[in-house]
């Protein structure tokens, strides 16, 4: 039982706090996430700025352009990024799924070809997993890939693509072997989007974002040597869990943010003669946004406590994931809710308060409890895979 | 920072868990229901020689030295096993405040002896106004020469009747918080009568009479008049933490149970925790229990090491423990189904020892209530 970090962890903290400082752009308030062209230009800017540092996937291990961070030290790094709000929004596809993959099942010459890309902020990956008729039902997807000489053959259709319309390459899990049980027939490929036969159309979110794109293939053809590990396991390589720092600690401390930003509000905001924060309504809704902000970030740290000891989380990992996504979306909703008439303005608006981050993240959550498995399905991941309920 | 236990509270908690599987059986826990004192003096001096009531004592005074981080390891066990008895009204409610405001001969005329399990203790600190502030004291204590004369009720005094002293909040004076004065009262004393009140957990609480009792003056804990900041203040912080505590081990034990149940129980030819709905309740279950242990945990250390939100954080502990720990035993109820509303079955012991605890040293509105208060500052 100790919440502590030691001196070097804090003065690590501050090193990285010192850094954003000079590097953060300039009023810099959008979202840290979203692919929206707006932020674009933003995130690869920043994207390259912390490639002078090794800042672009510092959890990687050193031989393939990562620092080789310990758990903590990338808890701590995720924690100020998410404190200043760093746009991080150009490489997380990646430096979490794409170069990690890569890592652990790429050939040599595919990490040499690949790597150094991600961490130089040069390349940006996008994920194409998601089928109209694959969703929670990843493994559905009908996406087919021939072999046929020494190229595949990939004809298909992706949706939910964030960032395709400006990403270079992308990982794409098709279908190899139709007549195996539906996860044993999958491979994993590396594409790059210049390839001819790959087109897309946007798909507009509901907050005016054009983030998704539905992405189509044509008889594209992709070199064998683009095929990543062996051929029909790779549902087994999109699933696998990789051993990086998987505490969801962004949601939190993005919590905690939301909770001091609304707490200000209500006290600063004076309404029929008194100030917000004297209801008793808005007292409650504060008090319960701030106690759910610290339970999210306790159950980040306990990922990290058990990581440290070596131990693989299980359903530890998906709870924190869970609840920092629900709770931001609870939290949202209450900040709409004290805000009342003035909580439905859109952040275009001039009277929208706090410049409408809290109706932009209203909506945004939304999207973020489906996205990367809905609510419903991380829960059925915790009560079989993590309390080992039964299937039938 | 590591959430979990080190070595030495991992080792309590196994030896306690073991210890109170043997010696405190879900019979025992039946038992003590209808028994009128509401403990076995035999597992009474058996937890007194594994030195368990001098837990958080000095040393020098006949204790373990250890903190509040290795008491709430113990007493999550406690609500694990649903210990009935005194051990939190004597180490919490006794203890602790003759360790915070004690003379130095107060200390070492009561320490040893409740740490050696020879002295049962307790806190007479609500009356009928049913309040955990400072204005619900009312309870009149006046000087009279050598000694104070206290005239008044208290109501939902844990185990007052077997004690042998109680800490008695009073009022010399003064409003709310100014004016307060406690004393080291002799449970015996001429003019205190006791009635045992009948709960949902089936403890033992009392409504306390004092009818011109005579205390000496050498027995005031803490200053006069200043018994709320010496005395009730830090000590009710230390029970907050004690309570979210045992409220930890009791939704964790639910909360197994109801998963094993489960996993065996039978209907439409599968096991009902195949079925979504049960699944998912679970889930948000297991997020409950677990959070309600680390948000305690928090609570205890920034107690234990002085940090700056330690008030903020003891405050949050009871605000999400009292309703989790709610949520929990509610699952726990619905998925155990019919069985779980028989008296024979044991879920229900927990279901009702939950809402105890849930409103002993103020519930989650009054809890978040003072979050809101702290964060304003």
Redesign the interface.
Known sequence: ?????TPQ?EAFRQEIRDWLKDNLPDSWEGNRMSRDAENMSVYKEFAQRLATKGWVAPHWPQEYGGLGFSV?EQLVFNEEMAEANAPMGYSTIGTGWAGPTIIVYGSDEQKQRFLPAITSGAVMWCQGFSEPNAGSDLANIQTRAVRDGDDYVINGQKIWTSGAHYADWMILIARTDPEAPKHKGISYFLVDMKTPGLSMSPLIDMMDNHGFNEVFFDNMRVPRENLLGEENRGWYMATTTLDFERSSIGGAVGAARMVRDL?EYC?DTRTNGHRL?DESRV??R???A??EA??GR??S??V???Q??GIVPN??SS?AK??NTDMQLRMARSGLEIMGLYGQLDHKDKYAPLKGRFERQYLWQTGLAVGGGTT?I???I???R??????? | MDLGLDEQQEMLKNFARDFLEKECPESLVREMEEDEKGYSPDLWKKMADQGWMGLIIPEDQGGAGMTLCELVVILEEFGRALVPGPFMSTVVLGAVPIMQAGTDSQKSEFLPKIASGEVIMTMALTEPSAKWTADGVTLEAKKDGDSYVLNGTKLFVPDAHVTDYMVVVARTGGDGENGITCFIVDSKSDGIKYEQLKTIAADKQSEVVFENVKVPAANMLGGEGTGWKDVVEPTSKIATVASCAYLVGLSQMDFDTTLNYAKERVQFGRPIGSFQAIQHKLADAVIDVDGSRFITYKAAWSLTEGEDDADLMVAMAKAWASDASRRVVAHGQQIHGGIGFTKEYKIQLYFRRQKWQELMWGDADFHRERVAELMEV
């Open positions: 039982m100790d919440f502590r970090f962890e903590v707490t006290a924060i007292r409650t504060l008090a319960d701030s106690v610290e339970l306790l159950l740290y306990r990290i406590t058990l440290q000891r359903y530890e709870i869970l609840f419903e991380q829960k059925n915790i009560a079989m993590g309390l080992g309920l039964p299937r039938q």
